[in-house]
């Protein structure tokens, strides 16, 4: 098996269930700081903070996946990611309920997320679903989460407004 044929993934929970990241996304992972609120941005968007100089808009990833919010505890953490958008490049962060572990997966292991009508929002957001030692793994699609704009691909999930414009 070559490396092409495995991925590897930072792993976190929200709301109990277990979700990952290509691992070549991440930037960082730090304790939790509340963001600055930012006017005029979609619910799930709960401000930005400012890492070494850099303002980075965070999102909380429950809201996002459209779960009920919930207050910080000892063990949020922000998960701060390198967005691809449109070929450009920039820094997001989500906030996760807990860090899991690096996971490498195979992969035939991953699966193509469950096409059904209801879950639609919800397979925008997901590359596939991993599954590793009898537990199911989400891979988000770190793009996805936080769109560019309202006219392109994920217009659903984000209930037709972009996440940083104003209207």
Known sequence: MTIADQAQLLTFFV??????VDILRVQEIRGWSAPMPMPRTPPFVKGV?????????????????????????????????????????????IVVDAMSDVTTVDAAQIKPPPDVAEAAAFAALARGIAIVDDKLITILDVDGVFPSSPSNDNRDALDASAAFATP
């Open 15 to 20: 709301s109990g269930a277990e979700y990952g």
């Open 49 to 93: 903070i400012n890492i070494r100089g850099d303002i980075v808009p965070i999102a909380d990833l429950r809201e996002r996946l459209g779960m009920a919010s919930q207050d910080a505890t000892a063990t949020t953490a922000i998960v701060v990611l390198r967005i691809d958008h449109g070929g450009r490049s920039t820094v997001r962060g």
